[in-house]
């Protein structure tokens, strides 16, 4: 799951680099918290329809992160043309367009995969906690590390 996690960075440090899509500091969150409200959903759809309080704090958080995401794109859209020019030029290259594909198809299937609908396994329960543990740490620490210190990244 770190390296699910590491996927929002990578994939906004290659569009910024390769086509001047970014910035990474603004795109690389958004990325990363709409795949958090995703996982959200997938962690707690055993007990969304059983306690009213998750159900309503689970749909507030994908609310929130749903507009975010949308706001962060149409805030990108609307600076330049120059920037529907850039998302264009990276659909056309070859090659780029299968691994922006590929690397979004995983940042979303493998949390299907990671958080079941019933995390009961034989004899035990798969501990959730760790697969988002491993998430958000594979995220926030080399996301920290470029912010804070550049010169190291």
Do not use: C, W
Not at 7 to 28: C, M, Q, R
Not at 65 to 73: K, R
Not at 113 to 141: C, K, S, W
């Amino acid at each position: 799951m770190v390296f699910v996690g590491y996927l929002p960075l990578a994939l906004s440090e290659s569009l910024d680099t390769n086509f001047d899509i970014g910035p990474v500091s603004v795109f690389a969150p958004a990325l990363f918290f709409a795949s958090l409200g995703f996982i959200s959903v997938l962690s707690l759809q055993s007990v969304l329809l059983q306690n009213p309080t998750v159900l309503l704090g689970t749909a507030g958080l994908v609310l929130a992160t749903v507009l975010s995401t949308v706001l962060y794109g149409l805030s990108v859209y609307d600076q330049t043309d120059n920037a529907r020019t850039k998302i264009k030029s990276a659909m056309r290259a070859t090659g780029y367009t299968d691994l922006l594909l590929l690397t979004v198809l995983l940042l979303f299937l493998i949390p299907l995969i990671a958080f079941p609908a019933r995390p009961q396994v034989d004899g035990g329960v798969l501990n959730l906690y760790e697969h988002f543990l491993g998430y958000a740490l594979g995220f926030m620490t080399p996301y920290i590390a470029r912010t804070q210190l550049p010169g190291l990244y």
